[in-house]
């Protein structure tokens, strides 16, 4: 009888996967901390036979060298990705053995169109396809973004996912499991999931890769498509390259003195407190991201790459979450860290800085005049309609462009408060009076705000 074990990664919307049988077992796109899937793996009693990564990832760095090196496990890489390191190359109807009885094969499905070499992994158990571990081709009701690798390969490749998905969908059985990485948040996949699992059954049904002609499949896909992280430039060469072993001990403690001098350098002081106690106090000139949000998405987004960055945390806890999620896109080392609250961190004679929060009502209610600042996304702007009169800097973008802020009191919202949080924390820093939204978009319309739809 074969398991598979789910390793969920909620902060960069992906999943790892486990999967094997009595005694030995496969580790499919393993995240960076590898101890999670070491530790999977003994709570199964199991020995990691093999890793396999479905493609050369865009928007983290693989954990998948350094386990195989760990567990002496085989590293199975698509033959077609150009990588700087030993590795077995799968190609297209290659079988590996997982056990040693031979009742668990995996087969290798060239599926190309998230990146070229894009290969699947089926399952089978004694001859049967139970599971197809997907990776970023078929997901949930959607495709992985085929723009990710080269501008001039994306028309091809979103082409090439029409056909892959279908392929998956003509050679599996219906009651197949698909269990794909991408698609619970993460912005490689061109849509977000619509549930937490999924057959080859129902995405006949529902996925309009299986239910439009390709034309018009592709013509929407390409329409659709929203930004992406910034740091996503620099997670395939990571991962070409061979990424290096994590080193998860904390980090170097700052003081008062320490941090004072980091944020006159200006370097980043991020603060993972929860965005209210962040409002309430904190170093002036620090910078809030939440440890409970999707921290390594938007600090790497934002941040310029290679930027020392001191972490200020509530708790040892809190701050070792952090570094973990932090290492997966490719921030290996903080300068400098500190736990406590905001008296631990300014110096003596000196108060914390705040600001105020507001609801789309406190907006309401206040005179003409203020400056609200939406700092959503291009698409979710167009979706949802805006404030009529608001100026649109998306968050991705407003740390180069705080200049074109207008003067005056900046009420800065998003769809629920979290990016508000981070660019209220910019400007704050920049010396601008600002008032964080801390409320859900659809309460704009009801508050008696003009809200526009279109651009």
């Known amino acids: 009888m074969f398991f598979v074990d789910t390793i969920e990664v909620p902060g960069l919307g992906n999943r790892s996967y486990l999967a094997g049988g009595e005694h030995t077992a496969v580790a499919v796109d393993p995240p960076r901390d590898v101890d999670r899937v070491v530790a999977a793996a003994a709570r199964r009693g199991v020995r990691i036979s093999h890793v396999v990564e479905t493609h050369v990832h865009n928007d983290y760095v693989t954990g998948g060298l350094e386990l195989a090196r760990v567990t002496g496990a085989d590293y199975l890489v698509p033959a077609g990705a150009r990588v700087a390191f030993r590795r077995v190359p799968v190609r297209d109807g290659d079988r590996t053995e997982i056990d040693a009885a031979g009742r668990l094969v995996l087969r290798a499905l060239a599926t190309p169109g998230h990146t070229p070499h894009h290969t699947s992994y089926v399952l089978e158990e004694d001859g049967i396809a139970v599971v197809v571990f997907s990776g970023g081709s078929l997901l949930i009701g959607t495709v992985g973004r085929p723009d990710l690798v080269e501008p001039r390969l994306t028309e091809g490749l979103a082409r090439a996912q029409h056909a892959s998905a279908r392929r998956l969908a003509d050679e599996l059985p219906e009651e197949t499991a698909v269990l794909p990485t991408h698609g619970f948040g993460s912005f490689c996949s061109s849509a977000q999931a619509d549930g937490s699992d999924t057959t080859i059954g129902r995405e006949k049904a529902v996925n309009d890769a299986l239910t439009r002609d390709v034309?018009?499949?592709?013509?929407?896909?390409?329409?659709?498509?929203?930004?992406?992280?910034?740091?996503?430039?620099?997670?395939?060469?990571?991962?070409?390259?061979?990424?290096?072993?994590?080193?998860?001990?904390?980090?170097?403690?700052?003081?008062?003195?320490?941090?004072?001098?980091?944020?006159?350098?200006?370097?980043?002081?991020?603060?993972?407190?929860?965005?209210?106690?962040?409002?309430?106090g904190h170093v002036a000139g620090s910078f809030n991201f939440e440890a409970a949000g999707q921290l390594a998405t938007y600090l790497a987004w934002l941040i310029p790459w290679g930027k020392p960055v001191t972490l200020?945390?509530?708790?040892?806890d809190q701050l070792a979450d952090a570094q973990r999620e932090l290492v997966r896109v490719g921030i290996d080392r903080p300068a400098a860290a500190a736990t406590g609250a905001p008296a631990d961190w300014v110096r003596d004679g000196e108060r914390p800085a705040s600001f105020p929060r507001g609801t789309f009502a406190d907006l309401a209610g206040k005179a003409a005049g203020a400056v609200v600042l939406d700092v959503r996304r291009d698409a979710e702007r167009r979706a949802a309609g805006y404030v009529e009169g608001s100026v649109h800097i998306p968050v991705h973008t407003l740390y180069h462009r705080l200049a074109e802020v207008p003067e005056g009191e900046v009420w800065v919202h998003c769809a629920g408060g979290m990016r508000a949080a981070i660019a209220a924390s910019l400007l704050d820093a920049a010396g601008r009076d600002v008032v964080a939204v801390d409320d859900s978009f659809d309460s704009a319309a009801e508050a008696g705000l003009s809200v526009r739809t279109g651009r």
């Open 215 to 280: 034309d018009t499949f592709v013509a929407d896909l390409l329409a659709g498509l929203d930004d992406t992280p910034a740091y996503y430039v620099h997670m395939s060469p990571a991962n070409t390259a061979g990424p290096a072993p994590v080193d998860l001990t904390p980090p170097a403690p700052a003081g008062a003195g320490e941090i004072a001098e980091r944020v006159a350098a200006g370097e980043w002081v991020v603060d993972l407190r929860n965005r209210v106690a962040f409002a309430e």
């Open 312 to 316: 200020l945390a509530e708790s040892a």
